[in-house]
């Protein structure tokens, strides 16, 4: 570390005019990197336009290929938190050429959002993967890494030398300048032809060929476009990754710690709160229907209602237990005190959790399963998990929470994409009406809101009964032209590889 601290320019600054120049004998090297990302920037532009497939998968796995020829294999497998969040970012990208659930696919993507940056800064921070500061840390690497090398990108496309630099200059501004009047003509064409109707006819007398060279191949201009603009973005974020002395260490700072007492009232009044509510609660469980009838209240209202909302108090009292031992200046039988009323919050969290999830299994019993109250399920063993981990923290305080919820919370979002959620789903509806347990199945909910997969299941329903909407009323389309609606689309996204899916490509030919 004290190394790393001498190379680095004085009070902590990156003073990039003192690398202003590549190395001649690496210029090979930086040229060839500088072509591969030029090609993973087209990919990149081109995945803006494309609907979820296996085109996400194929731009991931491309960034990573990218990651080990720029930057070498050793960085991504050097640390075991480098191997892991590898692992975890080409799981969640093939779920994008396995599955067809568009909410996971929408989850999946804000969290490659997230990861994959993380992972591409993590071996240029100074704190620790399982330090919450981490974030904050390698957000502001994130950016210093995207925008405080971009002249290497210059640099490498304009080899030494002025002669040279002027001609290749000169080349360099021709070729930009007329990638981008191509690019921006091609764009504004479509926008005249839909503008003005004497625009667009005279477009039509021109031939065909003209036609579809000036209205389709614009795509591709614009594309490459903005492939010429990220790519000095993302070399320079590359050459970061090569070169992680630029980047400066975080200063270490001394957390703050405040009085214990004030956490110790604040604790013990929701301690007490929760105390009361537990015990009309737990009066509502075991006294049955008869009991909460009596007080004027249905009992099928009972069990729905204030559901989210102790998920969410148990949320708040998580993050109230952590504030507490974190915070709390560590002295005296204060500190003591503080620590059995976190025990006692988190005790009373968990209780909370079991008395939501019991109400949530009256719902269901009367309703059946859907994609939320499935997800649900999951949310509260998740929590639960947290809440033992905070009960542990209060305790052993020395326990690092975020060092065992981290991996926690990824291997639990990993395993909920592995379960087939939607066959599920639409398994224990049909369940339900072809038993007599419900009167209707929704099915317009469970084929256009949910995935391909839950097509194996609406067979074994009659296809030629009318499909109701959610509103209750028919649009006059039959269960089996539902059905064979759906196979269409399955197939039509199986004919491009962008959009290919393994989830689709069953369903295309699972309908007869």
Not at 254 to 264: C, E, I, M, T
Not at 315 to 330: G, Y
Not at 405 to 414: H, K, N
Request: glycine share 8%; proline share 3%.
């Amino acid at each position: 570390m004290d190394e790393l601290k001498n190379a680095l320019p004085a009070e902590g600054s990156i003073n990039c005019a003192q690398k202003r120049k590549l190395p001649e004998e690496s210029m090979a090297r930086y040229r060839r990197n500088l072509v591969l990302t030029l090609g993973f920037c087209l990919l990149l532009a081109d995945a803006l336009n494309w609907p979820w497939g296996m085109g996400n998968t194929v731009t991931v796995f491309a960034w990573y290929l990218l990651l080990a020829l720029a930057v070498g294999r050793e960085e991504l497998f050097r640390r075991w938190e480098s191997r892991t969040l590898l692992g975890v970012n080409l799981a969640l990208a093939s779920t994008f050429a396995l599955t067809s659930n568009p909410l996971f696919r929408w989850w999946n993507f804000l969290a490659l959002v997230v990861l994959v940056p993380l992972h591409a800064v993590s071996g240029l921070g100074s704190r620790p993967w399982w330090d919450a500061g981490m974030l904050w840390e390698r957000c502001g690497l994130l950016f210093q890494g995207l925008f405080g090398n971009l002249w290497a990108c210059f640099a490498a496309a304009v080899p030494e030398g002025r002669k040279t630099q002027r001609r290749d200059g000169r080349t360099l501004t021709i070729v930009l300048g007329t990638c981008g009047a191509v690019a921006l003509v091609s764009f504004l064409i479509p926008v005249l032809v839909s503008a003005d109707a004497l625009f667009a006819a005279s477009l039509e007398r021109l031939s065909w060929n003209v036609q579809f060279r000036l209205l389709h191949f614009g795509d591709l201009f614009q594309r490459l476009f903005w492939a010429l603009i990220f790519t000095p973005f993302v070399f320079s974020l590359l050459y970061a990754m090569a070169h992680p002395k630029l980047l400066c260490p975080a200063e270490e700072k001394k957390g703050f710690q405040a009085d214990a007492l004030g956490f110790v009232l604040a604790l013990a009044a929701v301690d007490g709160l929760y105390l009361a509510f537990l015990a009309v609660q737990s009066a509502g469980l075991f006294g049955g229907p008869e009991y909460v009838e009596s007080l004027g209240v249905s009992y099928a209202a009972w069990a729905r209602s204030g559901f989210f909302q102790m998920v969410g108090v148990t949320v708040l009292n998580l993050s109230l237990t952590l504030a507490s031992l974190c915070l709390a200046r560590r002295e005296g039988r204060v500190w003591r005190a503080l620590r059995g009323l976190c025990a006692l919050l988190a005790g009373e969290s968990l209780v909370l959790l079991a008395s939501a999830a019991w109400r949530m299994t009256l719902y269901v019993s009367a309703y059946g399963l859907s994609f939320k109250r499935l997800l649900t399920y999951w949310g509260m063993l998740m929590m639960a998990l947290f809440l033992l981990a905070g009960l542990w923290k209060a305790v052993r305080p020395d326990f690092r929470f975020c060092k065992w919820a981290f991996p926690v919370a990824l291997a639990g979002w990993l395993v909920i994409n592995c379960v087939p959620v939607d066959y599920l789903v639409a398994r224990n509806q049909v369940d339900r009406y072809l038993g007599g347990e419900s009167s209707a199945v929704s099915v317009n909910y469970l084929a256009d809101s949910l995935s391909f997969d839950t097509l194996s299941q609406l067979v074994r329903l009659d296809g030629k009964k009318p499909v109701a909407r959610y509103d209750g009323y028919g649009n006059g389309e039959t269960l089996e032209e539902l059905l064979e609606r759906k196979q269409s689309q399955a197939a039509a996204q199986c004919s491009n590889w962008r959009t290919w899916s393994l989830s689709a490509c069953l369903a295309a030919g699972r309908v007869s």
